[in-house]
């Protein structure tokens, strides 16, 4: 490969034709002045927002591909924790309200297409391992509260024993 077909940086529509190419619907948006793509794989929206800036204006040596999901209920301790030490690539964290990972792609120095391609693949399979990951931890969490919901029932019970008997 020649250094002058490495991808030196990127902008917003170079990432969106690559999205697209690969099959991905995406709008292009913009929050607080800065320009981000909207998409969505396995059902879940995921946003790529552009990083550091390059010698350009509108050129970037990085974007973080990032799902943020809203948190209903409480989550299981450490659950980001054990996702960051069981996966690599992505990282995964609290932010609030929100369940939030991320793939950081730096294209500093130069890259080919193919790694841009390849990267996206990826992407899209931690998506995929993310909601299999929360859907186990959500059954585990469930039946870990299912024990203690019955012993609060029986407590209950036995409580309403114990009065009905004494009446």
């Not at 369940?99 to 841009?116: C, H, K, P, R, W």
Request: proline share 2%.
């Amino acid at each position: 490969m020649t250094e002058s077909s490495l991808i030196l940086d990127v902008n917003a529509e170079r990432l969106q034709a690559l999205l697209q190419s690969l099959g991905y619907r995406v709008t292009l948006s913009e929050q607080n002045g800065m320009v981000q793509l909207l998409s969505a794989s396995q059902g879940v929206g995921f946003a790529a927002r552009m990083g550091n800036p390059g010698q350009q204006d509108g050129q970037y040596l990085d974007y973080t591909l990032s799902c943020a999901l809203r948190v209903q209920g409480e989550l299981p301790a450490g659950l980001a924790e054990r996702w960051n030490v069981e996966k690599r690539f992505a990282r995964l964290s609290v932010q609030g309200a929100f369940l939030v990972l991320e793939l950081d792609v730096i294209v500093a120095g130069g890259v080919s297409e193919t790694y841009l391609r390849a990267t996206t693949e990826l992407w899209d399979r931690l998506l995929q391992e993310f909601l299999l990951f929360l859907r186990a931890n959500a059954s585990a969490q469930a039946a870990a509260d299912a024990p203690a919901a019955d012993a609060e029932g029986d407590a209950r019970e036995e409580n309403a024993a114990a009065q009905a008997a004494t009446h």
